[in-house]
């Protein structure tokens, strides 16, 4: 494992563990461990590209599912370890080139959060962060497939926080060992996406 990969992921697992209280809670504890036993050190960012991500958003003068791409591209390119995972019309797709944004398919069709996490689950990652903008098309299969996922799960809400869709997404982070960022179109939604992830290592 290179230098690079390594040291974000003794970080990732770190601060996952800071969210955890040892004793009170202790078998919620042990099974938090364990989603990070079997980890490999993959770290995706799921970014959802559903019709509602085409709708305009605070200040930033972009569509949500503008401000995601944009996102991506500025993130990995600092964070180069990083995976990029599309879901919305079509299958989940990873994004192979990151800095072409002609790789990203246009917002459309619903939210199949499940079919997303299905995909990265194989690659048993330490960290999964996911951009969306609203509820995914089955709520309970896609709690089934994060809660038998390794690592932790981050989300990024785009949207007013604690409408219906954010406290869900919510959920769900705690739920896996992560945390929850709400981004409501003020700043660049970058900064919610960097929040969550450990510094690059320095040259």
């Known amino acids: 494992m290179s230098s690079e990969i390594s040291s974000p992921l003794s970080e990732i697992i770190k601060k996952a563990a800071q969210n955890t ?12 461990r364990r989603r990070f036993e079997n980890a490999s050190s993959a770290v995706f960012l799921l970014i959802d590209v559903s019709s509602s991500m085409a709708s305009f958003i605070g200040n930033v003068g972009m569509t949500k599912y503008e401000a995601a791409v944009y996102a991506a591209r500025d993130v990995v390119r600092n964070m180069p370890y990083i995976r ?30 499940a079919e997303a996490l299905e ?16 509820e995914p098309n089955d709520r309970v ?3 089934q497939v994060a809660d038998g996922m390794t690592g932790a799960i981050d989300t990024i809400y785009c949207g007013p926080e604690n409408s219906p869709s954010h406290l869900w997404l919510r959920s769900l982070a705690r739920r896996c060992a992560g945390r929850d960022v709400v981004w409501n179109g003020v700043g660049e939604l970058a900064g919610s996406v960097r929040l969550l992830l450990p510094a690059p290592e320095s040259a």
């Open 119 to 134: 995909m990265v689950a194989k690659s048993n990652p330490v960290k999964t962060i996911i951009i969306c903008d609203g």
């Open 141 to 143: 299969r896609a709690e």
């Open 21 to 32: 209280k040892p004793g009170r809670h202790s078998a919620a504890t042990a099974a938090m």
């Open 84 to 113: 990029v995972v599309v879901f919305g019309l079509t299958h989940p797709n990873e994004v192979a080139e990151i800095t072409d944004l002609r790789n990203f398919p246009l917002p459309m069709g619903d939210t199949p959060l």
